[in-house]
């Protein structure tokens, strides 16, 4: 007898993946199309806002935060 067909239902869960890469942050001038440098830490984005509001009185800045995770099957313990 052979196994013709495989029907598998497993929960998933999603993992913050960091082997491959780390959070990323980036601030977005919402008045213009000016971005900071995307950097590892928060802070070099959001001094590049202040710096930017006081050049040019933009105020309103999109912050990006960007991370990756990875979808795992779920184990009895989790
Ligand atoms: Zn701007």
Do not use: Q
Not at 13 to 35: I, R
Not at 65 to 70: E, G, I, L, S, V
């Amino acid at each position: 007898m052979a196994i013709t067909k495989i029907w598998r239902f497993a929960d998933w869960v999603l993992k913050l993946e960091t082997s491959n890469s780390v959070p990323m942050y980036e601030m977005e001038c919402v008045s213009c199309d000016a971005t900071s440098e995307t950097a590892e830490e928060p802070g070099g984005p959001r001094d590049w806002a202040l710096k930017h509001a006081g050049r040019t009185h933009h105020e309103l800045f999109r912050a990006v935060h960007t991370c990756f995770f990875r979808a795992v099957p779920k184990t009895v313990r989790e």
